[in-house]
C-alpha cells in the first residue's frame, strides 16, 4: 500500500518559506541549504500542480493558489498538533522556552503575577522576556509572542484579546493643592500637563477620555515631554509635577495609597486593548501553547476585570 501523504515533510519546508518569505530564512531556520529549500518547494509544486511563489530577484510573495494552500495546510497540521496533545494528556510535563516580548506597562504591573501562577503550573518551562516600548519584529528577531498595547495594524501575525484596560487621570495631592482641581476637560488647557512622544511615530499620545457616548482624544499640551518610557509619566505626577493620563491597573495602588488623586472622573470609561500578537504555524512548542492557552483562558481575564 503506498503511502498517501509522503509529502509532509514537504509541506512542513512550505510553511516555513511561506512565514518568512524568503528562501535563505527558511535554510538558516531549518538548518539547511537555500538549494534544498529551493528543491523541496519545487517537488511540492510539481507534485500538485501549482505555482506557490511569485519569485523577483529581491522579493518572494505568495500567489492566491498559494495563500489558499497555506492557510488550509496551517490549519491542517494544527489539527494534528492539537491531537498529539491531547492524546497524551497531562501525562507528560510541558517544558521548553519561551521568547516574550512585552511592553513597560504590562511587563511591570501585569506580568509578575501572571508568570508566578503560570510557572507554579509548568516548572519546567523557561521564559526570556523583553520589556520594553519598542515594537519588535517577531519572526526576524525570533520572538515566540509579544504583548502590545492600543489598536494593532494590519499583519499575517493572529492577534488574541487580552483585555481592555481603563484609563485614568491623575496628579497628586501636592500638585492640586498647588495649582487646584480641574472640574472640566477644558480646565486642562491652564494645567501642567505631563505628554508622552510616541516612539514609533514621534507623536504625542492623545488623551482618550468619554463624554457619555461620546469619545474625545485630547492632545496635552506638553510643558514636560516623556520619550520612551511611558512610566516615567506616572513617576513625574506622583511627584507633584503635573497630570498624567494612565492604566488604572498601574496607578489604583498609588491612589490607595494617596500619592496621586483620580481627576475628572464624569470623563473615565475609555479603554485601550491589550492582545497577545504570535505567527501561527506548525513548529509552535508546546511550551508557547501553553503560555498562549493560559493567557487567553477566562479565568485569567475574569481575574483581570475584578
Given at each position: 500500500m503506498s503511502r498517501q501523504f509522503d509529502h509532509l515533510a514537504d509541506i512542513e519546508v512550505f510553511l516555513i518559506v511561506a512565514e518568512k518569505l524568503s528562501i535563505s530564512a527558511a535554510a538558516i531556520y531549518l538548518a539547511t541549504t537555500p538549494s534544498v529549500i529551493s528543491r523541496t518547494i519545487t517537488r511540492l509544486e510539481k507534485k500538485l500542480g501549482i505555482q506557490f511563489f511569485r519569485r523577483t530577484t529581491r522579493h518572494l510573495s505568495l500567489t492566491e493558489a498559494g495563500q489558499l494552500y497555506y492557510e488550509k495546510m496551517q490549519h491542517a497540521f494544527q489539527l494534528i498538533d492539537h491531537a498529539e496533545r491531547t492524546i497524551q494528556g497531562e501525562q507528560l510535563q510541558i517544558s521548553g522556552k519561551i521568547k516574550l516580548s512585552v511592553p513597560t506597562t504590562y511587563g511591570h504591573y501585569r506580568l509578575p503575577e501572571l508568570l508566578q501562577k503560570f510557572l507554579f503550573q509548568y516548572p519546567d518551562i523557561q521564559i526570556e522576556i523583553s520589556i520594553s516600548n519598542r515594537n519588535v519584529d517577531l519572526i526576524a528577531e525570533g520572538f515566540d509572542l509579544a504583548i502590545r498595547q492600543g489598536?494593532?495594524?494590519?499583519?499575517?501575525?493572529?492577534?488574541?484579546?487580552?483585555?481592555?484596560?481603563?484609563?485614568?487621570?491623575?496628579a497628586s495631592p501636592d500638585y492640586l493643592k498647588r495649582m487646584g482641581v480641574p472640574k472640566t476637560a477644558e480646565d486642562l488647557n491652564h494645567h501642567q500637563c505631563i505628554a508622552f512622544e510616541l516612539p514609533s511615530t514621534g507623536k504625542v499620545t492623545p488623551w482618550f477620555l468619554k463624554n457619555g457616548d461620546n469619545e474625545i482624544q485630547w492632545i496635552p499640551t506638553n510643558r514636560i515631554l516623556v520619550k520612551e518610557d511611558i512610566l516615567g509619566v506616572v513617576s513625574l505626577a506622583e511627584n507633584g509635577l503635573g497630570i498624567c493620563q494612565s492604566y488604572e491597573f498601574i496607578v489604583n495602588e498609588k491612589i490607595r495609597q494617596g500619592k496621586l488623586q483620580p481627576l475628572l472622573e464624569t470623563y473615565a470609561g475609555h479603554t485601550r486593548p491589550f492582545s497577545l500578537l504570535y505567527a501561527q504555524h506548525k513548529h509552535m512548542s508546546s511550551a508557547t501553547r501553553a503560555f498562549i492557552d493560559f493567557l487567553c483562558s477566562t479565568d485569567h481575564k475574569e481575574t483581570h476585570e475584578h
Open positions: 489598536q494593532l495594524p494590519n499583519s499575517t501575525l493572529v492577534a488574541r484579546p487580552l483585555e481592555l484596560a481603563p484609563l485614568q487621570l491623575v
